[in-house]
């Protein structure tokens, strides 16, 4: 098959990005594959093209309903209009009307808990599907922020026999979550296509201090001498809002952003962001994922986060339009306690597990029965599947293998950042890369000159012209 | 306006009738039926339900504010104005609160305003790509289906709707500062909206004093465009978002059986539920039905005898009263005084 004629015919594009090709000629041969790309990297076209060439519909499964709203919107513009985003937050009469025509749409995006609706399975049974996919697939795996227990739940649906191709798409899998992957989604001999993920442009630095009041002078300092767009990552949400405030003492336009906020600030906040109205922000890890902003200079963490995988992906939202971009760590002895009792307080405990499985097994509710055991909400959706699976000792062991992981986790963290060996390396060998050609401005434990292109700022006029109530309208609406 | 304002005002009309707790409840618009009771004996439908989300520690924090100035006590359990506190209240501002007819829904409003304004401020520009400002699947869906078949990308369709709106604004009565913060949250490709961070930063005071004016601007625009000709395409953005039954789903679902004929006990046997519960329920209908048949549970001379004992004393404590008329039941006591409400003012 002429792929490179329908990519210019049917997409408009003269040539793939890498690993693209790969990915679809592995799909079009009907092997199960799992493509690591790097965000940015044209991760749709991977499923697109098969899409457009096989006879059925393609199946993709996404965690979030805005991420799936977005893609479905792009693939329209792009005039592809078989597109449909089916999940539960749609009025009835509207899903009913989409599952009454499913078959008519090529690219059904719905969200996992869909897959337990009894009447939309049936129906999905029934229809033709060329390929399924499923993004953000590491979410099958991490625990905490993103991991998503609906996804544990793929695996039941995907058991069907003679199914179709699976595509599982992340930006960062290092071998557990590979492991999990084939494992949970049950794949067969799976291909792995992985781009490196490597961002040349982007230089890491270590900075150790001894103090968060060190850290604070450190991060206005920067700030004020230094170019952004920025984001500053912090462990809470007290930590951003206090970052914040300092830097606005400063007279840095910069706002705080972290799931505390009411959603209309959250969203004003992220447009601003992306408009250049604000040039920092100080988040939690809720920022990131659906932000697309491809000149952000500089992502400076104020703490040490729980996985290489997830720095890997917080540092990654820098330098997306290929220009030079800085990742600066700041570090104290004291934060891999910090860390380690953030990850573990997420963790339900022995004795929480067996009060709540007694509790359930009583006949509490499970809601009331969580309440009592103190549980979080990520607790209680993971021991939920779990119990339907597995008896009350499986399950322990289970939680003690994971908590027992996720110390490791941040033991590695903690070694890339102390271990005192250059710190692309370090990071891309965790992911199971070599070697590779080091960049000029590699890392601090390589050697970093002055940056120049980081100083070079320049004085943006204060465009605080103020508007009267009827001159906004009118400068919005005309 | 402030939160410590609004509750100085909502004091001293239950003065020295309530309890701390009683106020929270009200802006919080709990539905329990001693609550919604409150609402009418007291007149302070304006502000129920105002703050759905109000936390405790805020409140308390206004509480001690008015407490430490001195402009209230508490009395036992009761909180009540001191002299200095009914003088304030004289030199209150007016409030235009209509929260038991919005109660938190005029944010869905003005979330779909907000999606509106922002999807015709790009298209006007021919830009078909942007990042809706209102996550809510709801609010989206209602403003696609609203904006079906109109002309999206004719600039004089947004001029049109700018011109409804500030005309809305101009007609609503509402204070120059609310018009401000009302523009200012609003997004589109040109500008984007301000955080109550950052209109707080700008306008000075704090971010809860910003949110209640920003509320109360709310209620003074929905009115001017559900009820008018005038605001035609702003009347359909409203749709809905008035209630449209002020019982409860549950009161209502009694009024049903009640209306059938059936018994309060055998209401409470058909819906397997307590007494108490169907008192609070016939409570609500008869708040909400001036014609509700009081002398179905008790006799024309003992609720003139109620109401009249109760204006010679001063007032509408139910211990009291109950202290005169011991054959009444709370329940009958409470019936009484909010059915009898009009005739006590």
Redesign the interface.
């Given at each position: 098959m002429d792929l490179n004629r329908i990519l210019l015919e049917r997409f408009g594009y003269e040539s793939f990005r890498p690993g693209q090709e790969e990915v679809i000629r592995h799909l079009l041969d009907k092997r199960d594959t799992i493509a690591i790309l790097p965000t940015g990297m044209g991760k749709s076209l991977c499923y697109q093209l098969p899409g457009s060439v096989l006879e059925g519909s393609v199946l993709i499964i996404s965690p979030l309903?805005?991420l799936m709203e977005d893609q479905a919107?792009?693939m329209r513009?792009n005039g592809e209009k078989r597109v449909v985003a089916l999940n539960s937050?749609?009025?009835y009469s509207?899903r009913q009307r989409i599952m009454g025509q499913l078959q008519n749409y090529k690219f059904i995006f719905i969200s996992p808990e869909m897959l337990s609706q009894e009447a939309f399975s049936r129906k999905l049974n029934r229809i033709r599907l060329s390929l399924v996919v499923i993004d953000e697939a590491h979410c099958i795996s991490q625990w905490g922020f993103d991991f998503r227990p609906d996804y544990l739940r793929i695996g039941d649906f995907l058991k069907l026999k003679g199914r179709p191709p699976l595509l599982a798409l992340t930006a960062t899998a290092d071998e557990k979550v590979l492991n999990d992957i084939q494992h949970y989604f049950k794949m067969e001999k799976p291909i792995v296509q992985r781009h490196s993920l490597d961002r040349p442009n982007i230089s890491y630095s270590i900075v150790e201090v001894h103090s968060s009041q060190e850290k604070t002078a450190w991060i206005k300092e920067r700030v004020a001498q230094t170019v952004g767009p920025g984001i500053i990552y912090a462990s809470s949400r007290k930590r951003a809002d206090e970052l914040a405030i300092e830097l606005?003492l400063e007279g840095i336009a910069v706002?705080s952003y972290h799931a505390g906020k009411?959603?209309?600030?959250r969203?004003?906040?992220?447009?601003?962001f992306?408009?250049g109205?604000l040039e920092w922000i100080c988040a939690t890890n809720a920022f990131g994922m659906g932000v697309h902003k491809d000149d952000i200079r500089q992502v400076i963490h104020d703490h040490l986060p729980p996985t290489i995988a997830a720095y890997i992906q917080e540092v990654g939202r820098a330098g997306r339009d290929g220009q030079p971009a800085a990742a600066s760590l700041l570090y104290m002895p004291t934060d891999e306690q910090t860390s380690s009792f953030i990850i573990q307080s997420d963790m339900p405990r022995e004795e929480e597990i067996r009060h709540y499985h007694r509790m359930i097994g009583e006949g509490h509710s499970p809601g009331s029965a969580s309440e009592l055991a103190s549980l979080t909400e990520t607790g209680k959706r993971v021991l939920d599947y779990y119990m339907e699976h597995y008896s009350l000792e499986e399950i322990l062991l289970k939680f003690h293998r994971l908590s027992t992981e996720k110390n490791e986790q941040l033991r590695q963290m903690v070694q890339l950042v102390t271990g005192g060996l250059c710190i692309r390396q370090r990071a891309l060998s965790y992911f199971g890369e070599m070697g590779g050609t080091k960049p000029v401005e590699c890392c601090s434990i390589c050697g970093l000159e002055t940056v120049k292109w980081l100083y070079e700022k320049s004085i943006k006029p204060s465009a605080a012209e103020k508007?009267?109530?009827?001159e906004?309208?009118?400068?919005?609406?005309? | 306006m402030n939160l410590s304002s609004i509750l100085l005002f909502v004091i001293s009309k239950m003065n020295g009738q309530r309890t701390l707790n009683a106020g929270l409840h009200l802006l919080r618009g709990k539905k329990s039926g001693q609550t919604l009771t409150d609402v009418e004996y007291f007149n302070v439908k304006p502000f129920f339900a105002i703050l759905p989300k109000l936390e405790e520690s805020t409140y308390s924090q206004a509480i001690d504010e008015l407490l430490d100035s001195g402009l209230i006590i508490q009395d036992e359990k009761f909180i009540k104005l001191t002299e200095e506190g009914s003088k304030r209240v004289e030199e209150l501002p007016e409030f235009h609160f209509r929260g038991w007819d919005y109660r938190g829904r005029e944010m869905i409003f003005f979330g779909r305003i907000a999606l509106l304004v922002q999807t015709l401020s790009f298209l006007r520009e021919g830009e078909f790509s942007f990042n809706p400002i209102q996550k809510d699947r709801d609010i989206q869906i209602f403003v696609k289906r609203l904006l079906e078949r109109q002309p999206l990308t004719d600039p004089g369709f947004a001029k049109r709707i700018g011109d409804e709106l500030k005309m809305a604004l101009l007609k609503s009565g509402m204070s120059e500062i609310q018009k401000y913060i009302f523009a200012c949250r609003l997004t589109g490709s040109t500008a984007t909206a301000k955080t109550w961070d950052q209109l707080a930063a700008e306008l000075g005071g704090g971010t809860d004093a910003l949110r209640l004016q920003f509320i109360e601007c709310l209620h003074r625009l929905l009115p001017i465009v559900e009820d008018s000709d005038e605001f035609p395409f702003l009347g359909k953005v409203a749709f809905g978002i008035k209630v449209n039954s002020y019982l409860t789903d549950s009161a209502m679902h009694t009024k049903r059986l009640f209306d059938q004929g059936h018994s309060m006990a055998s209401i409470a046997t058909i819906r397997k539920l307590k007494m108490s519960t169907i008192e609070d329920h016939v409570i609500e209908m008869a708040m909400n039905d001036k014609r509700f048949p009081v002398t179905h549970f008790v006799s024309e001379e003992l609720i003139q005898a109620v109401v009249s004992k109760s204006q010679e004393l001063g007032t509408k404590r139910l211990k009291l009263l109950k202290d005169e008329f011991d054959t009444l039941s709370y329940f009958e006591l409470r019936l009484i005084m909010t059915a009898c409400k009009e005739v006590d003012n």
């Open positions: 309903v805005s919107m792009r513009q937050f749609l009025p509207e606005q706002q009411e959603q209309d600030d969203s004003i906040i992220q447009e601003q992306l408009m109205d508007f009267s109530w009827d906004r309208i009118t400068n919005l609406l005309g | -």
